[in-house]
């Protein structure tokens, strides 16, 4: 049953209004100037046979965006109201991006093997996605959680939103696992009515920034994960598999971390280094917003504001202890493994380079040895 409308007091402007078409192609294509647009149907022909390689290695993909779509295609794109930029709304720059990515995505899922809905998924996909997809009926929307892309901070802000927490305060302490509803608990009924009725949205983050991230932080800080997965790496790749029973798994090398990546099957990965894309299938959800981590504070706020919550109400502030990933220290770890690894790495993850307009980083071999 679909849950009653709720009337909220002191909301957000939306001044920022829907629109079908927002960013024309000639915009984009002006806004690149004379860069590249490859058709994503060529550069599937590529990664068929087998050149995908060949271009991550000659530096073909660096910059790299998809052609967008001919006209006719709908997905939600978002326009200010006289050309002005609004608090909370999006500005040029960001109207482009989302235009690349929802074109690039209809591309992608107008393909005949790409999911059209919950239906066309596996059992294994369908019940990875649902987990992942938070529910707030009071203020009606559905957010996808990506690990290591802000998901902590926004779980506090639907605790926050649905009266769980008092305050998006990252100082106080946070229980993940409950006062969280997500899609899986639903039926299929409840489930259609807040696919077809919730304002819907994801953030991403540049995929091997992310995982990088996950390395640093799972097998550099947190035990059960030393003991639960680091053992397990240095066992299957350290001194030719010979067990140590003394291993606790807290210094898991980078390439050994890599090397577990590529023998995994993405669809029984754990979240924190499953591709983006199996997590939250933007095939087969249709996603109003994509936002970056790369530009958290500014999507954080148009979320806010599209969903109608309390001015009071703000995305909490990154934590002083927070270490980003630079583009020097990517750049190192990358450069630090052997080539092949490097080319398979980016093959393994190609969908979320693609699907959600982040240029591949530039680790030729000559690159990497500057």
Same mark, same amino acid.
Request: charged content about 25%; some cysteine.
């Given at each position: 049953?679909? #849950? ?13 209004? @829907?629109?079908?078409?927002?960013? *024309? ?13 490859? *058709? ?5 022909? &590529? ?13 073909? =993909? ?55 809905? =919950?239906?066309?998924?596996? #059992? ?16 009606? @929307? ?23 927490? !008092? ?5 106080? $302490? ?24 919730? @304002? ?9 920034? +992310? ?6 932080? $799972?097998?550099? !800080? ?10 397990? &790496? &240095? ?76 001015? *009071?109400?703000?995305?909490?502030? +990154?934590? *002083?202890?927070?270490? #980003? ?14 080539? $092949? ?30």
């Amino acid at each position: 049953m679909p #849950p009653p409308r709720q009337e909220h007091g002191g909301k957000r402007s939306t001044a920022v209004t @829907f629109l079908q078409t927002s960013v *024309s192609p000639g915009s984009v294509r002006r806004g690149f100037g004379s860069t590249v647009l490859p *058709s994503l149907l060529t550069f599937l022909v &590529i990664v068929a046979s087998g050149g995908l390689l060949v271009m991550i290695e000659k530096g073909m =993909l660096n910059d790299m965006v998809t052609q967008p779509t001919p006209r006719g295609v709908q997905r939600l794109v978002f326009s200010q109201k006289a050309g002005k930029a609004s608090a909370g709304g999006l500005d040029q720059e960001s109207q482009i991006l989302l235009e690349i990515r929802n074109r690039t995505i209809n591309s992608m899922c107008r393909q005949k093997n790409s999911p059209h809905g =919950l239906s066309s998924l596996s #059992p294994q996909q369908r019940k990875t996605l649902l987990k992942h997809v938070l529910v707030n009926d009071r203020y009606r @929307f559905l957010y996808c959680y990506i690990p290591k892309a802000a998901c902590s901070n926004w779980k506090r802000m639907l605790k926050v939103l649905n009266g769980a927490l !008092e305050s998006s305060d990252t100082n106080s $302490k946070m229980d993940h696992r409950h006062d969280l509803l997500s899609l899986s608990s639903m039926t299929d009924e409840e489930i259609d009515y807040r696919l077809k009725h919730y @304002f819907k949205f994801t953030f991403v983050r540049e995929p091997m920034e +992310r995982l990088l991230s996950a390395y640093r932080n $799972k097998f550099g !800080e947190v035990e059960s994960y030393q003991r639960n997965y680091g053992v397990e &790496i &240095i066992k299957r790749y350290r001194n030719g598999g010979l067990a140590d029973e003394s291993e606790r798994g807290d210094d898991v090398t980078f390439l050994e971390y890599v090397r577990y990546l590529l023998d995994e099957d993405v669809e029984q990965m754990n979240e924190h280094w499953m591709p983006m894309y199996n997590l939250c299938q933007p095939c087969a959800i249709s996603y109003d917003f994509i936002g970056s981590h790369e530009h958290l504070e500014r999507d954080a706020e148009f979320v806010l504001q599209q969903i109608g919550a309390p001015l *009071s109400v703000r995305f909490p502030v +990154r934590q *002083s202890w927070y270490k #980003p990933v630079t583009k020097e220290t990517l750049h190192y770890y990358l450069c630090s493994l052997p080539q $092949k690894l490097r080319r398979d790495l980016l093959s393994k993850y190609v969908l979320d380079f693609v699907l959600f307009a982040y240029p591949f980083p530039n680790v030729t071999t000559k690159n990497c040895r500057h």
